[in-house]
């Protein structure tokens, strides 16, 4: 019996609209001349769909024009460090505090200039504004006279490129560094203008009386005075959705009273809603939840990985599971020694030197934590429920006798959280 035609275009309607949703996930900017230009045509024409679910659902806003499509999210948690910016070069090592601070002064350079800027015009811009005194009172001092600090501007300048922000008309960053050069670019204001994901303006934010960055930070992302029940349990919806969509596992004991008994009463509603416009599978367990992605391309961080430090963290990964409270981090180092003489063949030379430990832990702890299996303590590193998964019980033998007389089968038995 054919199907009918209704039943497939519906079926096509739904498949598209969650491979525009996935892309606005991975890529909440995307533009219409790039890598991602089917996928931006995808977002344009399930725009009002889009906008729909993400603002009732999440609280995020989606705007869509020609050129553009940019879904301004708000994290569930505002402090993360998990996740930070990194270089689009092959070592991708994560943004230090001086190359975020290094990152706003170039976009404040950026939005007061021309449509055009050599880099070398935009390092003087950003030593200029490095020099106000509010700034140089927080201990942030750059001359760019040093080859270390001429490349954090570089990395920040390859972000943008990457973002969109800019576009390389002649030269590159590599000669700048060096000195030998400098380099153009075309600087794209209307992507530039889309950056800034707030519920108010920075500028308008009150300083005075404000103390510290988190103050500010829950001021610049605000939601509307909560005075109704109404209004409240929309907030605790959005929260939870924005966590459900982008923490890789939301655990209980992380949630207030009120999230958690909201939680509790409509687990189904908001799980099965994401999965409907996601594709993501709900994994509910006793300590939390995790939404799975059986495509494996909603992430940013993945384990298990290849090579030598997909190996180690495994191995760690496992080790920790089998702990009962925190492992102090020298206590892992120990147990990298350990590793490297019983599996050394399979990794790389510069793993098995001597000294290498401490920075092969701090890779390995940054990406468990990353993805919520591990999370750092004045104790050390102390398992979080989910890493269960990778802890290995005893071997167990079966006998196998009915298929292969004489013959045993030895497997591996996990434990489940």
Known sequence: MSTPLTEVLEGRHT??????????????????????????????????????????????????????????????????????????????????????????????????????IALGRLAEQVVLDAADPHLAASGIVFTLERRDERLDLAAVVRLLLGLGVLRRVAGDEEAYVSGAGDALYDVERRVLAGLLATRVGPSIVQADGVDGFEERLAQLTAETALDSDELRFRAIRHRLTRRLLDDPVLYYDELTDAELSYLTRQRGFLTARISELTGLVAEVRAEGIAMVDPYDDLTDVRMPEQGTHGHITLLLAEHLADATGPVATADLQRRIRELAAEHGGFWSKTAKQPGAEPELVEQAVAKLAALGLATRTPRGVEPRPALARYAVGEIVVRDSAVRDPGAAATTRKAKHS
Not at 19 to 43: I, S, W, Y
Request: net charge positive.
């Open 15 to 116: 498949a598209d609209l969650q491979r525009a949703a996935r892309a606005l996930l991975k890529e909440p900017l995307l533009l219409a001349h790039g890598p991602h230009t089917d996928e931006f045509r995808l977002v344009r024409r399930h725009a009002t769909e889009l906008r729909d679910w993400f603002d009732r659902n999440a609280g995020w806003s989606l705007q869509v024009d020609a050129g553009t499509a940019r879904l301004r999210k708000a994290p569930g948690a505002l402090t993360d460090p998990t996740h930070p910016a990194r270089e689009t070069t092959r070592a991708a090592a994560p943004f230090t505090r001086r190359r975020y601070v290094l990152l706003c002064l170039a976009l404040a350079a950026l939005e007061r200039g021309e449509a055009q």
